[in-house]
Structures are given as structure tokens and as C-alpha cells.
């Protein structure tokens, strides 16, 4: 009788603890796929798809990471993408390629996601403009010449800019930007399996 207490209690903490990640990432989405060396277009972008698939997991895992109570200040977030701006800058200025490479990271797009959906909250937020980034992205790693890498780290820094001159001001529920965006990964993932496996 005891075993059977113990093992109604561990099913009943097991499907509480299910329901309460009815708002998460889809758990086969929090794992890395091998992918093929392609591009994808998604929505208005066209995305290469071992360059997203390199930061996809590490961005999920940020995005699971944003609180879920209280507000999220356009402020806050706006400082966070300065930093990321100022990051890209610093290693365009220097010629640092391949440092401003790594700078692009499942946090930056993370972060660039979170100000997106502060700014307008509609379907899709994070993803319309991470897919833009990564786009921007991918022109940039794919570029020979100097001179293209630069033209396309200005594009990514005015698209960092574009984001934070929106969310100056802007307060908003903590919980619904995150929904959104954990909803915005999953359609990241599940264009990822759809387009690249």
C-alpha cells in the first residue's frame, strides 16, 4: 500500500510538472540536429541552415531562461542590445571577423527576439526578425571580400539599432512576451526539421 502512495504521489508531481510546461519549448526541440549544409527560406528570409542550427538550442534555452512574471522594460532590454551593437562594432572596427562571428551567439538572437516581441507582441515577432538577422548573418559569413563583410556587419548593427530605437519607453507583460517567443522557437525548430534534416 505504501508503494502504491509513493508511486500515485511521483505520477501525480510527474503530470503536474508536465502541465506546467505546457508553455515550453517541445522537449526534441532543446536537442542539436545534424543538418545539411543549405539555405532555407523562411518567411521573407533566406537563412543558412547550419549557421542558425549552431545557436538555435542556445537561443531556445535563453528564451526558457526570460522571466515569466512581471514587466519586461524596453529600458533594460534596450541597454542589452547597445551592448550587442557596440560588440559587433568593436570587431568590425578591428577587422576581427571571426570574433564577430562568435559574437553572434543563441544569446544575441535571443535578445534581438525579446525586443522584437517587446515592440509589436504579434505572431511571430522573434522569428520575423531573428530570420532577418540571420539572413544578414549568413550574407556576412558567406562574403569573400572585406568590403562585403563590412556592408553586411553595418546591416546587422542597423538591424540591432532598428530594434532597440522601438522598445525605448515600451513596458510589457513578462508571461506573454515569453509565450510568444517560446512559441517563435518552436516554429524555428520545427522549420529547421522541415528544411534542413
Known amino acids: ?42 518567411g521573407n528570409a533566406t537563412m543558412s541552415c547550419q549557421l542558425v542550427e549552431a545557436r538555435r538550442v542556445e537561443m531556445s534555452q535563453q528564451i526558457l531562461a526570460t522571466q515569466g512574471t512581471g514587466e519586461i522594460d524596453g529600458a533594460v532590454v534596450g541597454k542589452k ?32 527576439g525579446l525586443g522584437a516581441c517587446l515592440e509589436s507582441g504579434g505572431a511571430g515577432c522573434a522569428l520575423a526578425v531573428v530570420g532577418k538577422f540571420m539572413a544578414l548573418y549568413s550574407i556576412y559569413d558567406a562574403a569573400s571580400s572585406e568590403n562585403d563583410k563590412v556592408q553586411q556587419a553595418n546591416a546587422m548593427r542597423t538591424a540591432i539599432s532598428d530594434v532597440r530605437k522601438s522598445v525605448v519607453g515600451k513596458k510589457s507583460q513578462a508571461k506573454t512576451i515569453r509565450d510568444r517567443m517560446i512559441e517563435d522557437a518552436n516554429a524555428l525548430c520545427k522549420a529547421v526539421k522541415d528544411n534542413c534534416l
Do not use: H
Open 1 to 42: 500500500m505504501r508503494f502504491l502512495v509513493r508511486f500515485l504521489g511521483v505520477l501525480f508531481v510527474g503530470a503536474t510538472s508536465f502541465a506546467s510546461q505546457a508553455q515550453d519549448i517541445v522537449p526534441s526541440c532543446m536537442v542539436t540536429f545534424n543538418v545539411k549544409n543549405k539555405g532555407f527560406i523562411n
Open 81 to 112: 542590445l547597445d551592448l550587442l551593437e557596440a560588440d559587433i562594432k568593436k570587431q568590425q572596427d578591428t577587422k576581427n571577423w571571426l570574433s564577430l562571428g562568435n559574437a553572434i551567439t543563441g544569446n544575441t538572437l535571443a535578445t534581438i
